[in-house]
């Protein structure tokens, strides 16, 4: 077996005192692993970043055994957040998630084509709120549809019109920018209300029942806003 292909570094971890063992999730072979040897060489590791497109040629004697990459550096895309941790943890948070939400080797162009939005939405102002929007994006194209709307009830609280779900735990607040994606958050408890809900979305429904541990990664992210200066 043996294919050529363009595809983003969700994860990487020694192998050996010269190699990685890489998950890549690519446009034509979805997501998969492999060697690289002298992954952890100055050249080569510089290419290995995660978040960063790579072209990768991949090779394995059958489709059971363990594959190998050479890759080669398509675009550069985490080191232009070196100077911005809030971003590079959102990189991080982001890969970690379609790696553990994600089946090896099935293709799936609509999340190939979610890790590319991912990069455009970075350059948004409100890029955070677009963050979480984007989490629900792929929860949805993985098939589980986060369907706010329709767990929403309105209410007035003080003149203003807010959105709560209701349930057996006691009643949430659903904070309106996921409601109305052209309003945007009020403060940073709001903004970290949204990543609550989805969060407890995404370990009751799929991580729990399929006994995935929630990803360091995220929660990572998260602290690291509560030093957010908000505007």
């Given at each position: 077996?043996?294919?050529?292909?363009s595809g983003?570094?969700?994860?990487?971890?020694?192998?050996?005192?010269?190699?990685?063992?890489?998950?890549?999730?690519?446009?034509?072979?979805?997501?998969?692993?492999?060697?690289?040897?002298?992954?952890?060489?100055?050249?080569?590791?510089?290419?290995?970043?995660?978040g960063n497109?790579?072209?990768?040629?991949?090779?394995?004697?059958?489709?059971?055994?363990?594959?190998?990459?050479?890759?080669?550096?398509?675009?550069?895309?985490?080191?232009?957040?070196?100077?911005?941790?809030?971003?590079?943890?959102?990189?991080?948070?982001?890969?970690?998630?379609?790696?553990?939400?994600?089946?090896?080797?099935?293709?799936?162009?609509?999340?190939?084509?979610?890790?590319?939005?991912?990069?455009?939405?970075?350059?948004?102002?409100?890029?955070?709120?677009?963050?979480?929007?984007?989490?629900?994006?792929?929860?949805?194209?993985?098939g589980y549809?986060?369907?706010?709307?329709?767990?929403?009830?309105?209410?007035?609280?003080?003149?203003?019109?807010?959105?709560?779900?209701?349930?057996?735990?006691?009643?949430?607040?659903?904070?309106?920018?996921?409601?109305?994606?052209?309003?945007?958050?009020?403060?940073?408890?709001?903004?970290?209300?949204?990543?609550?809900?989805?969060?407890?979305?995404?370990?009751?429904?799929?991580?729990?029942?399929?006994?995935?541990?929630?990803?360091?990664?995220?929660?990572?992210?998260?602290?690291?806003?509560?030093?957010?200066?908000?505007?």
């Amino acid at each position: 077996m043996n294919w050529y292909d363009s595809g983003f570094l969700l994860s990487k971890s020694k192998y050996s005192e010269n190699s990685l063992i890489c998950e890549i999730f690519t446009k034509d072979h979805g997501k998969k692993s492999g060697i690289v040897f002298g992954g952890t060489s100055k050249k080569i590791r510089n290419y290995l970043q995660i978040g960063n497109r790579i072209y990768v040629n991949f090779s394995a004697k059958t489709d059971s055994s363990i594959g190998y990459f050479k890759v080669e550096i398509e675009k550069a895309l985490s080191p232009r957040y070196f100077d911005d941790n809030h971003k590079l943890l959102s990189i991080t948070s982001a890969m970690q998630l379609i790696r553990i939400l994600t089946a090896d080797s099935q293709k799936n162009n609509d999340i190939f084509l979610l890790i590319e939005k991912f990069y455009e939405l970075l350059r948004s102002k409100y890029w955070v709120k677009e963050y979480i929007i984007w989490e629900l994006e792929l929860l949805k194209i993985l098939g589980y549809d986060f369907e706010i709307k329709k767990i929403a009830k309105k209410e007035v609280l003080d003149q203003k019109i807010i959105y709560v779900t209701i349930s057996k735990d006691g009643k949430k607040v659903i904070p309106n920018y996921l409601i109305d994606k052209s309003q945007n958050p009020s403060n940073l408890n709001n903004l970290l209300d949204g990543f609550n809900l989805v969060g407890e979305y995404l370990s009751k429904i799929i991580l729990k029942p399929n006994n995935l541990s929630f990803p360091i990664s995220r929660l990572n992210f998260i602290n690291s806003l509560k030093s957010l200066k908000f505007h």
